[in-house]
Nanobody, 125 residues
Framework: QVQLVESGGGLVQTGGSLRLSCAAS????????IGWFRQAPGKEREFVAA???????YYAGSVKGRFTVSRDNAKNTVYLQMDSLKPEDTALYSC???????????????????WGQGTQVTVSS
């Protein structure tokens, strides 16, 4: 079955950086878009970034210019480089996969499969 596993989270000070990884199995990786989402305590899951099969990238306004998503199809892995981290970036970060046919569909939680357990990112002030 489709399975994605996140890693790379941790505790970092404001202004610091982290790189998250999302390793996928059970699918033809190069055919799928991979999305990153985050959920803070008491809040709904929200879109962070996504990368399509063709390398097109999409970002939430709150992270644009600070986060960079990339993929290595040979390793079935997607990365999320997070720079200039802020306390409001503190959340559980998860990745998932989807077939994407329109630019807008990567932003929607519905349609993604293979959700991982997530990796915790904590940014201290």
């Amino acid at each position: 079955q489709v399975q994605l596993v996140e890693s790379g989270g941790g505790l970092v000070q404001t202004g610091g950086s982290l790189r998250l990884s999302c390793a996928a199995s059970g699918l033809t990786f190069s055919n799928y878009a991979i999305g990153w989402f985050r959920q803070a305590p008491g809040k709904e899951r929200e879109f962070v970034a996504a990368i399509k099969w063709n390398g097109n990238t999409y970002y939430a306004g709150s992270v644009k210019g600070r986060f960079t998503v990339s993929r290595d199809n040979a390793k079935n892995t997607v990365y999320l480089q997070m720079d200039s981290l802020k306390p409001e970036d503190t959340a559980l970060y998860s990745c998932a996969a989807r077939r994407s046919y329109f630019s807008s569909d990567v932003y929607q939680v519905g349609g993604y499969i293979g959700w991982g357990q997530g990796t915790q990112v904590t940014v201290s002030s």
